[in-house]
């Protein structure tokens, strides 16, 4: 793919941006060689109680992994979100709520969240939460959800967000793993129009010992008037809670390395990863990536599609917008409902300015065919990101073509859980794009590329990518097993951070991420990432979605196997299945040809939208007995078909 597009940065954006091409040269630079003085400076964008005389203070080293940034000042995130603002900007709207029914919506100025934030702080205080105290959060996307959040780091408590579409059992397992004494949840969720009963799965959960023992408060916003079962020894309605707190609460001094709160991963390669972010490094991180991603300035409307339940939401919803002043929209439905124009409905309604989504919900938008939103004026836009899987290069060009009206730029961020920010991605005033490439890493990161001995590569290759030292939004720890931690991130490669994502370097050192080190395939000695072979499949115009995995083949070592969803219109037929191969062979060539392709009308995916391939490699090497960790599969009904109708029986 080195012949690729290259989409050159505006004369304009070069010319207004926070950051341009020379910028990004010599802050990179900096950033790599004077750590301390790079980040000491950046530091600065936070209100600190106390200011940091130590900046970095870090080591990789397998038998003391040890991560400290800025570690003797002292600051509250919430007061950064919030209270620094109020002079300034109390009568800006900090989030644009936008309902799941179309006709619902809410602007929450700086000065009404603060009010609610203190008030809620003050409820969970009287609810006997501490600093260091965790409280789980399990919740639709409403504003109480961000008020939660910013309630719990005003009070010093540790935030841990179970998206709202988990279950019963993986939450329970949750709240017992951070030993949560309270939940925070609503009566019901809404979702394309239909509610969903959050409160019973709390309840159900709380059926397990374990996490019964820890609880003593459910918490429960009334998000529709509906009646629930209702426990008066646990269950506070938060109206009225709030009805009677005071709106006065101080944020709480914390130390930069006080933990902020847990997240888990999503559990695409197994069982997910309960990650520790801490306080200072974070913030500072988030609000920089998100002010220069995304090119942010005052006054711009920026939406970021994802869940509170993901990072992506808390660094790119909630913490790196509000530390900015920024308005954030905070979107409760979905992208189908009440039609498939939503997103444009929604951009246009209120004038978006920069729009952050995943390749999973631009694909489903593709499946719709080009007029998918409608008349929706997308005038407003300025610039795109995404996130959570490689952007297959067609996805690219239609994401550019129809939603960007070919003149807003793409940013595509590779980052994980653990990285806390974004790592790889094109600054739209700094960047010409490729589609299809993460391209450069953000300041203070240096990735490189080791083969499986852990030797570094030079020039244009691929290997396993690695991040050489620490940048401040680094995950500390696994909650409650530094061990775990150590041994998942730090081991293979000794004294790197190893990310488990394999990574291609072109002949401009632009980085192409290829998938999971996992899932790399190795036919007849060529090692393939499953990207390249997916994003030629994803060309063809009959595919709307592709997953490719390896099996044991007795000739070439591994054989290729081929999971096709279909576009709207084209059906399944054998003359299809040669054109496929033909395609793949034409565009990658004969190596990567398929050797089995099953048509599936859907992918098991995780609650965050990216493929689960591991379930898949079970399923083509005809192993489907124990599919492993499925606790964060989104539809199980989706790998019964996929197993009924697998090509690969012994
Ligand atoms: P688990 O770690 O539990 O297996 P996960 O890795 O899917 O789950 P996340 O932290 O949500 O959990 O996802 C991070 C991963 O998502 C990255 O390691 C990478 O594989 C993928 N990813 C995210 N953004 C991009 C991107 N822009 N391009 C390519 N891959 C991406
Ligand atoms: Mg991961």
């Known amino acids: 793919m080195s012949d690729s597009k290259i989409y050159p940065v505006s004369d304009e954006l070069a010319a207004t941006a926070h950051i341009n091409n020379e910028k990004y040269l010599a802050m990179y630079e900096q950033s790599i060689n004077d750590p301390d003085t790079f980040w000491g400076e950046e530091g600065k964008r ?12 870090t080591s990789f080293d397998p038998h003391n ?24 900007r109390g009568d800006q709207v900090a989030i644009i709520w936008e309902g799941d029914d179309p006709s619902e919506s809410e602007n929450i100025t700086y000065r009404d969240l603060h009010e609610r934030v203190c008030k809620f702080a003050n409820a969970l205080k009287s609810r006997g939460v501490e600093k260091g105290d965790v409280v789980t959060l399990y919740m639709p996307m409403i504003p109480e959800a961000a008020v939660a959040m910013l309630a719990c780091t005003r009070i010093g408590a540790v935030h841990s967000i179970v998206f709202g579409g988990f279950s019963p059992e993986a939450l329970a397992a949750r709240i017992e793993g951070a030993n949560s004494k309270v939940v925070v949840t609503s009566n019901y969720s809404l979702r394309a129009g239909k509610s969903v009963p959050l409160k019973l799965n709390v309840d159900k959960a709380l059926e397990h010992e374990a996490a019964k023992a820890c609880v003593d408060s459910v918490i429960v916003v009334k998000r529709v008037e509906q009646d629930v079962a209702w426990n008066d020894s646990v269950d506070v309605w938060y109206e009225d809670l709030v009805a009677n707190a005071s709106a006065d609460c101080p944020a709480e001094e914390m130390e930069a390395e006080a933990p902020m709160f847990i997240l888990y991963t999503s559990g695409s390669t197994g069982a997910p990863k309960g990650l520790k972010h801490t306080t200072g490094g974070y913030m500072v991180y988030a609000a920089m990536t998100h002010e220069y991603a995304f090119d942010y300035k005052d006054g711009d409307i920026y939406w970021c599609t994802a869940d509170v339940g993901w990072v992506t939401g808390h660094s790119y919803i909630v913490y790196g917008p509000l530390a900015n ?19 444009g409905r929604v951009i246009e309604k209120h004038k978006v300015n920069q729009f952050y989504t995943a390749p999973t919900a631009i694909r489903a938008l593709m499946q719709q065919g080009e007029d998918v939103l409608g008349d929706s004026d997308l005038s407003s836009l300025r610039i795109l990101g995404s996130v959570g899987e490689p952007i297959n290069p067609e996805a690219w060009e239609w994401y550019y073509r129809i939603i960007g009206q070919n003149r807003c730029p793409i940013v595509d961020t590779w980052w994980q859980t653990e990285t806390g920010g974004m790592m790889i991605l094109p600054l739209p005033g700094a960047t010409a794009a490729k589609p299809g490439a993460a391209s450069r890493p953000f300041f203070g990161v240096q990735p490189a590329l080791l083969d499986a001995d852990g030797n570094e590569l030079e020039g244009a290759t691929d290997g396993n990518l690695v991040i050489k030292d620490s940048w401040p939004g680094q995950s500390r720890s696994i909650w409650g097993d530094h061990e775990r931690f150590i041994q998942t991130y730090f081991t293979t490669y000794k004294g790197y951070y190893t990310t488990g994502d394999g990574a291609r370097r072109d002949e401009d050192d632009y980085y192409w991420i290829t998938g999971r080190v996992d899932d790399v395939i190795n036919v007849s000695g060529h090692r393939m990432g499953t990207a390249e072979v997916e994003s030629a499949l994803v060309a063809h115009p009959a595919v709307a979605e592709a997953a490719v995995v390896g099996y044991p083949h007795e000739v070439k070592g591994q054989g290729i196997y081929v999971y096709v969803t279909l576009q709207a219109g084209f059906e399944q037929s054998d003359e299809l299945l040669k054109e496929l191969r033909m395609h793949v062979r034409s565009e990658i060539g004969p190596i990567a040809s398929p050797d089995l392709i099953q048509f599936a009308p859907g992918m098991p995916k995780t609650r965050s939208g990216k493929i689960m391939r591991r379930i898949l490699r079970k399923i083509a090497e005809d192993d489907f007995g124990a599919l492993g960790d499925t606790s964060t599969l989104a539809d199980p009904s989706v790998v019964d078909d996929l197993i009924e109708h697998r090509m690969n029986r012994k």
């Open 46 to 57: 936070l209100d600190w109680f106390k200011p940091y005389t130590k900046v970095k203070n």
């Open 65 to 88: 992994v040890d991560i400290r940034w800025f570690e003797d000042g002292t600051l509250n995130a919430s007061y950064n979100c919030l209270d620094r603002h109020l002079a300034t």
């Open 325 to 343: 002043g920024a308005t954030s929209l905070m979107f409760e439905g979905v992208p189908s409902y009440p039609d498939n124009s939503r997103f």
